[in-house]
């Protein structure tokens, strides 16, 4: 299995959003041949999870990882995602977990995992032992844990300064963190963000916005700090404006 973490930095991620295996795979190999170093799969819209086998991983030389959202997030993919069905914490990391298994190189769990509130953090003792669990047997694994915060706001950089280092301190291999923008302003300061936490920080992370305004600036983060950079595969449901096409992504990269 090829390691997230020995990929050379930054590095272009396909987000796969399908609804069955079948189409997954081939948007996957579409991903690779576009561009991309990795795949992130998303496990929360397929209907046949059960089917996925080791061959999905292995047959690729580059690293597949995977998320599973909860189902009210997956609506950014595009209306076909609106109404998926409701997973526990429990269900969806075990899902993950289950993956490892297979081949899967990582995972992605979100800051209030096992502890879920409107901002996506939570600093309960319990929630906390128990995501560190999840991180550890993944490691345990020789996968790669990538841990994401998407609060439904704009942040000040200490915020997002303390939660990348608190996030560090869960089991990250990667932190993961998009605010929400409004305006140009704001888009602009998200920016300036990732300048200055790639001064404050010793590991690898990824800061984005997410909103209208911050369209323009997206597939430019990686030259702000960025280790990786999220994209859209030529084919297939992912509909999410944010994600700039894997071609686009990959010119981006080498300029860097």
Do not use: C
């Not at 390691?3 to 081939?26: D, H, M, Y």
């Not at 190189?105 to 953090?121: K, R, S, Y």
């Not at 305004?213 to 992912?238: C, I, K, S």
């Amino acid at each position: 299995m090829v390691s997230l973490i020995s990929l050379t930095r930054p590095f272009v991620v396909g987000v796969v959003v399908e609804q069955n295996v079948k189409s997954a795979s081939r948007v996957t190999n579409a991903s690779f041949r576009a561009g991309a170093d990795s795949v992130e799969l998303n496990l929360a819209p397929l209907r046949n999870k059960a089917s996925i086998n080791k061959t999905f991983f292995s047959r690729h030389r580059h690293p597949i990882y995977t998320a599973f959202r909860r189902s009210h997030f997956m609506a950014v993919y595009g209306p076909k995602f609106v109404s998926l069905p409701t997973y526990t914490d429990e269900e969806r990391m075990a899902g993950q977990i289950s993956m490892l298994s297979m081949g899967s190189a990582g995972l992605d769990i979100e800051a209030d995992t096992f502890a879920p509130n409107h901002d996506e953090w939570s600093d309960d003792r319990s929630a906390i032992r128990q995501q560190r669990a999840v991180a550890n047997t993944a490691h345990q694994l020789g996968a790669a844990v990538i841990w994401s915060w998407h609060p439904p706001r704009k942040l000040t950089l200490n915020e997002a300064l303390r939660a990348a280092k608190l996030l560090r301190d869960r089991g990250a291999d990667f932190v993961k963190i998009v605010e929400r923008v409004s305006t140009r302003t704001d888009a602009l300061n998200s920016v300036a963000i990732s300048l200055a936490l790639r001064d404050k920080l010793q590991h690898p992370y990824v800061f984005l916005a997410l909103g209208k305004e911050a369209g323009p600036f997206r597939p430019f983060m990686t030259a702000f700090g960025a280790a990786y950079l999220l994209a859209r595969p030529p084919v297939g449901e992912n509909q999410l404006p944010a994600h700039p096409a894997i071609a686009q992504a990959r010119a981006i990269v080498t300029l860097k």
